[in-house]
Structures are given as structure tokens and as C-alpha cells.
């Protein structure tokens, strides 16, 4: 064997070696990856279904179960999706024809498992023998392609769960798989590979000079760097801030942590679209598409992402415009790369990466439902919104570093030194023939070296104290919009909101308090909530105090008459309880609104909605079925037909929702009946407060003439019957014979006893005797005594009377 034969195959079986070594390590990562992805998801479907319980199998069957969900969620990162399809006893797809299909890509497992193929490969060619740049291409593309096809076994099998009835089948095999595996392993792999060569012992870099298009692409790829560093480093703070906040709002933050490390990618990257203004929206069926953003109620101090983002921006055109030559004008000619790039970049990982989607179709039977898409993805706008970012800050690395070198000569001397390191980081070796670019500024004799105090002139000691006056106004400025913005808020709060409403109930404006809160009642209930209604109040609420509570309080026990306070509707925006404190007849009281709040107002400006009407269900007793008046609205109560709950007198009802307050209640008058009133009180409900019977009706003299002269009337016009048993008649006999006439007369009219408690009176002590001839000619006499209980009806100055 020849020395070059034997280096040939040294070289075949380490191209080899590495290679497997290369693949084995992905796969181990992906199934790693995989099973950390499966254990967030299982404490996910516990925490929403605490409830829920495995069904029964065998140790054999769940174990073969969680491996299949294991190979689907390895391969589930190379493939971003995922589809299901349930079939029902029959054959009958449930799921149409495609299935349901949800697309996620789950970055953290896919860069970990990049991760580890960077790392592995870098260690991988340091230990072994140099095959060149041809070799390395190679064994990146052998081990890449050994895992694509690994990937595609693992998720060739799927996941079949059979119940009873139904079977649903779940594969994450998609048309991405094989290339997203094969490129990103590949490209990893090289990248490790070259950076692993370029560090060998003992061997430089050979780099052939750089032309000006291959300067000029090196320094973009340095800014490109430098801006992408600073935007990792504020989506990195801003992901911890929300990871923070989510864990500490998390009723289980044992089961949020790991969910929250398994999304920590989509949780940095959505913060940082925030930070950039940007919007997240969200679209499910049948419900109008949301958006949330910086601004959104939902969010209110998402804002403060914006802060990174700002100091992310001034750094790094800081950083990118010291090395820059000082021109006059910016160079229009290279102002779009940064701008290109970042629109690119945004626009690939908003439409591939970061979208969430579910879509699909259900049939029934053979017959389709419609299709299905639920999505939460970045605005369509955002990449264009990056892009003009990227555009600030190469307009700030232009007009940035000379005014910082004259303001902070020491800031802008630590920004050089800090550039010319990153440069020396990422530049190879120089070569003698390798000139500096052209694009990097050269110190000159007029440029003082870094650190030396420099003597300004008078021009420019005008320019830096018109440059300080600019700014401390700017700041005064600031400092005093943030103030006025503040103050118009706090007059605009919650609780602002929430004495505005209750003053205008307290001032008796209900048109005013019914646009301000819906008063969520019936439209025939809606009459005693007026202006005229809480006029004729005798007596209205004096708002005390309103103060915002800490926690949601126990509503009391609800009951036909004290309803409990509605509870806030269920939504994302914030909302706050808030206590309202006022006095009413000499009483304090209290109540709770739940006040929310909306879209601002001119993007800074707060506004809150109050969704708790402050209405009150209350009820007015009287005791004869006879028209009343509640404050100002007139009506006619039912029948009498239950009792007061002490004393057992008999009583109606009338129920109505009003606001607070002591309205006046006053019966029908006549010249039969005297009334004594009492008014109702509507609020917090007690025992003290309210009345057995607000109307009572007591009987006058008149009514008891009237009465005796109806039934006197009534017993004459029954005397003239020549029936036996004259229907309706207090009196009756009975006749052989048929077609026998009786005749009545009245020989002792009854006492009449008028009830004071009802419409209904009592006769007794009357006798009534009658006469009847038969076919004989023989006439019988007898007599009947005048007993019968019986009502009475009022109608205007008449009055009728019926026997029972």
C-alpha cells in the first residue's frame, strides 16, 4: 500500500467515524429534545384537566404509548406541524379529508438540538485529521443526511389512539422534514467544522486579499452581527421579565416552568415585537380577530418592552457607527443593507417560525361542517416595522458617534475600543497584502487620541451649549408629558370612572349614569330607572368614599329580592373591584363595582368602563289589588294572593330594580278608602329596612253605606226570581214538581261586615220567605236564613258586590 493510499483511507474511515459520531449525537439530542418536549406537554394537559385519568391498560401498552408521543415530538421540530385525523366507528372521517393540521415550531428544541451539532462537530474535527474544505463538506453531508433519514423512520410509525367508538391517528411527517433536518444539520455541522479548522495548532488561516465588494460584505456582516447581538440581548431580558411574570401569576408555577422553558423562544421573540411597536394577532372562528400590542388594555405595562428595545437600538448604531468615516450626509448608497437584511430575516421567521396555527375541516356522517383555522401569528406588518428600525440605526450610527465624542469623549472611547475588539474577534489573520478597508474611518492629526482631553473652540463650545440646551428642554419636555399624561390618567381611572357614575345617580342624572353603565335589565324595568324617578326620590345617596380593593370579595348570598353583584366578565383585560361607600337614610352602606378597562384613548390616554350597574332589586307591598305609585311611575298590582312574612296579613307584590335611593309610594284615594303610606327603600337590603306593607288601604264609613246598599240591591234583585235556587243568590229552597214558580220575599234584610283587610265582606241574621203552588192548587210556604260570605269590587263612585 502506497503512503498516499494509506493516508486516502486514514481520511475514508475518520470522514466516516465523525460522521456517525456527528449523526449519533443529533439523534440523541432530537430524542432528548423530544422527551423534554413531551414532559412540558403532559404538565400542560394536567394543569387544564386536573380531573382527567388515564383510561385503564396495561404497563406494556402505556409504556409503547409514550414512546410513540416521544418519536412524534422529536421529529416534531424539523417537521413544524402536526396532523390528526379521527375516525369514527364506520369509517366516517370526523377530521375531512386532510385532517387537522397544527403548525408550530418549537424553537427551543430545534436550538438545542443545533446546538449540539455545532458543538459536537467543532469537537469532532479538533480531534481528528484535517481532510480539507472538501472533506468537511463531505462529512457534513454525510452525518446531515444520516440524520434526515434517522428523522424520517422515527416519524414514519406516528401515533394511533383507539377508543371506544373512534381512532385518531397523529403524524408529524410533512414535506419540510427531510430538508429542514438535512439543512440544518448540514449547515451547523460545516459552520462547527470551519471554526474548528480555523483554530487548529499550529496552522493559520490562508485568506487570499479582499476585494471591496468582499470588504464591504464582511463589514455588513459585522453590523448585521452587531444588531442581531444587541436584539438577542434585549429579547433575552424582555423573555426572562415575561417567564417571571407568567411563573408568578401561574396558579401552579411548578407546571408553568417547564411549559415556559419548552416556548422561551416564541416568548423572547413575541416581547421583542412588542418592544418594536409591533402587534400579535389572533384569530378564532366566529369571533371578531384581535390584536394585542404595547397599547392593547389586555397588556397595560407591556409598554416598558419598549426600553430594551430603545437602549438595544442606540447601542448597537453606537457600536456600528464608530468605525465609520464622518460625513456629511449619510451614505445613501449602503443605507438600505441593514434595512434589506432585517426585513428578510423578520419576514421569514414571522410567516414560517412564530405563526401557531390550526387548520382543518369536520364532517358529521359523510357530511362536511366547514373548515377550521385558528391562529396566533406576528402582524403582517411587523417585518417592514423591523426594517424601519434597522433604518434608525443607521441613521443614529451617522449622527450618533461625533455628537457623543464632543458630549461623552470617554463613552464614545470605551464604544471604539469595544468595536476594534469584535473586529479583531472576527477578522482572520491580515496578510502584508491585505490593505485596510477603505469604509473604516483613519485617524487623522486632527483627531485627538482616545482618552486625551480635547480644547474646543468657540464655535463648538456654542455648538455643545446650544447641544445642552436642546436637550435639558427636550428633557423638561418629556418630564413634563409624562407628568400631564399621568395626572389626565389618574383623573381617567378606574376609580375616576366610578364617581363619575355614582355622582350622576347621587345628582338624580339617570340618562347620564344609563350611558355610562348599562343597567343590564329588562326593557319594561327600565321605566324606574328615569330622570323623573329619581327625582321624586325623597331622599338620595351621598357618595362617601370609593377606594380600590386588593382581592375579588365574596359576593353575599343571593335571594329573590338582594341579588349578589354580578361578577366581572370573563376577559384578559385588566380589571379592578372597587368599593363605593355611601350613606342613605341615615345608613351607611356599601357595594362593589368591577370596573375594566378598554382601549386607550390617543394610544397613552386610560379609560375604564364600569360593568357592574349599581341597581338594586327591591319589592312595595299593598293590600288591596288597587293602582299605586312608586316615585313616579304608576301601576297596577296582581291579585292578592300571599301574605307578609310577619303577621300573615294578606298582601301583593310589586318588584322593580331601581337605583338607590328612598322613593315615595302612594295608594289610589277615595272617598272609600283611607291610605296610609310608607316609602320603599332600594339599596343594600335589611331586615330594618323594609316594610311589610308600603299601601294600606283601610275602610271608610262611605264604604260600608255603599256595601249595604250593593247587597241590598243585589238580595232585592234575587227576591224577584221565581227560581228555587236563584244562581248567585245568598238564599235557595227546593220543589217537587217541574215548572213550579217560587216566589221570594224578603221579610228580614242581613247585617252586612265590611273586611278591613280585603276586598271581600260577610252577611248574616237576614231571612227570606217564599211561596210556591203546585199543580194541585196547593201552596206551600217555607223560609231560608241570608248567610254568604262575598267581594266587592271599587270602581270610581260605584260599587258591585258578587256572592260566592
Same mark, same amino acid.
Given at each position: ?21 456527528? #449523526? +449519533? /449525537?443529533? @439523534?440523541?439530542?432530537?430524542? $432528548?429534545?423530544?422527551?423534554? !418536549?413531551?414532559? *412540558?406537554?403532559?404538565? %400542560? ?92 463538506? #463531505? +462529512? /457534513?453531508? @454525510?452525518?446531515?443526511?444520516? $440524520?434526515?433519514?434517522?428523522? !424520517?423512520?422515527? *416519524?414514519?410509525?406516528? %401515533? ?96 408553568? @416552568? ?15 415585537? %412588542? ?530
Amino acid at each position: 500500500m502506497t503512503p498516499t493510499s494509506a493516508l486516502t483511507s486514514a481520511v475514508d474511515k475518520n470522514l466516516i467515524t465523525s460522521s456517525a459520531l456527528h #449523526a +449519533a /449525537a443529533c @439523534v440523541v439530542a432530537a430524542l $432528548f429534545s423530544g422527551a423534554a !418536549l413531551s414532559s *412540558a406537554s403532559a404538565l %400542560l394537559v394536567s394543569d387544564l384537566a386536573p380531573d382527567s385519568q388515564p383510561g385503564p391498560s396495561n404497563a406494556a401498552s402505556g409504556f409503547e404509548l409514550l414512546w410513540q408521543f416521544v418519536l412524534l415530538l422529536t421529529s416534531l421540530p424539523f417537521s413544524g406541524q402536526l396532523r390528526v385525523a379521527v375516525e369514527s366507528v364506520g369509517g366516517f372521517s370526523m377530521t375531512g379529508e386532510s385532517g387537522l393540521v397544527l403548525g408550530l415550531w418549537p424553537l427551543a428544541s430545534l436550538a438545542f438540538v443545533l446546538a449540539v451539532s455545532l458543538a459536537t462537530a467543532y469537537g469532532l474535527e479538533r480531534r481528528g485529521t484535517d481532510g480539507g474544505r472538501r472533506g468537511r463538506l #463531505a +462529512a /457534513a453531508a @454525510v452525518s446531515s443526511g444520516t $440524520f434526515a433519514v434517522l428523522l !424520517l423512520c422515527v *416519524a414514519a410509525p406516528g %401515533l394511533r389512539l383507539d377508543t371506544a367508538g373512534a381512532a385518531a391517528t397523529v403524524t408529524a411527517l410533512s414535506p419540510a422534514l427531510a430538508p429542514v433536518a438535512f439543512t440544518s444539520v448540514f449547515v451547523t455541522g460545516w459552520l462547527g467544522r470551519s471554526l474548528a479548522a480555523r483554530g487548529r495548532p499550529g496552522e493559520a488561516p490562508q485568506t487570499p486579499p479582499l476585494g471591496s465588494r468582499s470588504r464591504e460584505l464582511r463589514l455588513l456582516r459585522t453590523e448585521l452581527g452587531i444588531y442581531t447581538g444587541a436584539l438577542a440581548v434585549a429579547g433575552s431580558l424582555l423573555g426572562v421579565v415575561a417567564m417571571i411574570l407568567g411563573v408568578a401569576q401561574s396558579e401552579s408555577p411548578w407546571t408553568a @416552568v417547564p411549559v415556559l422553558l419548552a416556548a422561551a423562544p416564541h416568548v423572547a421573540l413575541t416581547a421583542l415585537i %412588542l418592544g418594536h411597536l409591533g402587534a400579535i394577532a389572533v384569530s378564532i372562528p366566529f369571533t371578531p380577530s384581535t390584536v394585542a400590542s404595547v397599547f392593547s388594555p389586555e397588556l397595560p405595562h407591556a409598554w416598558l418592552a419598549l426600553l430594551p428595545v430603545v437602549a438595544a437600538t442606540v447601542a448597537s448604531a453606537m457600536l456600528i457607527g464608530v468605525r465609520r468615516p464622518e460625513t456629511r450626509f449619510p451614505q445613501w448608497s449602503s443605507l438600505w443593507r441593514l434595512p434589506a437584511a432585517a426585513l428578510l430575516t423578520w419576514t421569514i421567521l414571522t410567516s414560517m417560525l412564530l405563526p401557531v396555527v390550526l387548520s382543518g375541516s369536520a364532517s358529521a356522517l359523510g357530511f362536511s361542517l366547514g373548515d377550521l383555522t385558528i391562529s396566533v401569528r406576528p402582524a403582517f406588518w411587523t417585518p417592514a416595522l423591523f426594517a424601519i428600525w434597522a433604518l434608525a440605526v443607521e441613521l443614529l450610527a451617522w449622527a450618533l458617534p461625533r455628537r457623543l465624542r464632543i458630549i461623552a469623549p470617554r463613552l464614545h472611547s470605551r464604544a471604539v475600543s469595544l468595536r476594534a475588539r469584535l473586529d479583531r474577534g472576527r477578522a482572520p489573520a491580515a496578510t502584508g497584502s491585505e490593505t485596510r478597508p477603505a469604509l473604516i474611518a483613519q485617524p487623522s492629526a486632527s483627531t485627538p487620541p482616545a482618552g486625551t482631553a480635547r480644547q474646543f473652540g468657540a464655535p463648538a463650545r456654542r455648538r455643545l451649549r446650544r447641544a445642552g440646551a436642546a436637550l435639558a428642554v427636550t428633557m423638561v419636555i418629556i418630564a413634563a408629558t409624562a407628568i400631564a399624561v399621568t395626572t389626565v390618567n389618574h383623573q381617567r381611572g378606574a376609580i375616576a370612572e366610578a364617581r363619575r357614575y355614582v355622582q350622576a345617580i347621587a345628582d338624580g342624572d339617570a340618562s347620564l349614569a344609563g350611558e355610562l353603565v348599562d343597567p343590564n335589565i329588562e326593557s319594561a324595568q327600565r321605566q324606574y330607572l328615569s330622570d323623573e324617578m329619581l327625582a321624586a326620590a325623597t331622599e338620595r345617596i351621598t357618595v362617601l368614599d370609593i377606594i380600590q380593593l386588593e382581592a375579588a370579595t365574596t359576593p353575599a348570598t343571593e335571594t329573590w329580592l338582594a341579588p349578589s353583584t354580578p361578577a366581572a366578565v370573563g376577559s384578559a383585560r385588566e380589571t379592578k373591584n372597587l368599593q363605593v361607600t355611601y350613606r342613605l337614610g341615615g345608613t351607611t352602606e356599601t357595594a362593589v363595582l368591577v370596573a375594566e378597562r378598554v382601549e386607550n384613548e390617543f394610544l397613552v390616554l386610560e379609560h375604564w368602563q364600569i360593568l357592574t350597574p349599581l341597581v338594586f332589586a327591591s319589592a312595595v307591598g299593598t293590600s288591596h289589588a288597587m293602582d299605586l305609585t312608586i316615585g313616579s311611575v304608576t301601576v297596577t298590582p296582581d291579585p292578592v294572593s300571599s301574605r307578609t312574612w310577619e303577621g300573615s296579613q294578606p298582601v301583593s307584590w310589586v318588584q322593580f330594580d331601581a337605583y338607590p335611593a328612598i322613593y315615595p309610594v302612594t295608594g289610589t284615594t277615595s272617598e272609600f278608602y283611607s291610605t296610609s303610606n310608607q316609602p320603599v327603600r332600594v339599596g343594600t337590603i335589611a331586615d330594618d329596612h323594609v316594610a311589610d306593607r308600603n299601601v294600606v288601604y283601610t275602610p271608610t264609613e262611605a264604604l260600608q253605606t255603599a256595601v249595604e246598599s250593593a247587597v241590598t240591591a243585589r238580595i232585592d234583585e234575587c227576591a224577584s226570581s221565581t227560581d228555587a235556587a236563584p244562581v248567585g243568590c245568598p238564599f235557595s229552597t227546593y220543589v217537587y214538581g217541574a215548572n213550579r214558580s217560587v216566589n221570594w220575599s224578603v221579610a228580614t234584610y242581613p247585617t252586612v261586615t265590611v273586611s278591613g283587610a280585603s276586598d271581600s265582606f260577610e252577611i248574616e241574621g237576614g231571612l227570606a220567605v217564599y211561596t210556591s203552588t203546585g199543580e194541585s192548587g196547593r201552596t206551600t210556604k217555607g223560609s231560608d236564613t241570608i248567610w254568604e260570605r262575598g267581594s266587592f269590587a271599587v270602581d270610581g263612585e260605584k260599587v258591585t258586590v258578587e256572592f260566592r
